[in-house]
Nanobody, 111 residues
Framework: QVQLVESGGGLVQPGGSLRLSCVLS????????MGWYRQAPGKQREFVAR???????AYADSVKGRFTISRDNAKNTMYLQMNSLKPEDTAVYYC?????WGQGTQVTVSS
């Protein structure tokens, strides 16, 4: 059974950076596309970034040029490097692989 565990969230000032991690266990890492989603209070969950089997990537327009998705197959880990953070980036960030979701990690951008 696949399990996804996120970490790396926290409180950061506008303009700051965070790196989220997502560790996959119970499955074969890297053969399926994986992605990051986020859900702000009172809003629907939305797509943030995705990395495919061939390491091709895609980003939501709102994070292009600021966020970078990557993965380390040797560590069964996917990352989301978030730079130039804005208050509107505040949300719970979720890791996804197919029908599997992590429990989420809170990111709060505030001065």
């Amino acid at each position: 059974q696949v399990q996804l565990v996120e970490s790396g969230g926290g409180l950061v000032q506008p303009g700051g950076s965070l790196r989220l991690s997502c560790v996959l266990s119970g499955g074969i890492f890297g053969i399926y596309a994986m992605g990051w989603y986020r859900q702000a209070p009172g809003k629907q969950r939305e797509f943030v970034a995705r990395i495919g089997y061939g390491s091709n990537t895609a980003y939501a327009d709102s994070v292009k040029g600021r966020f970078t998705i990557s993965r380390d197959n040797a560590k069964n880990t996917m990352y989301l490097q978030m730079n130039s953070l804005k208050p509107e980036d505040t949300a719970v960030y979720y890791c996804n692989e197919g029908n599997n979701w992590g429990q989420g990690t809170q990111v709060t951008v505030s001065s």
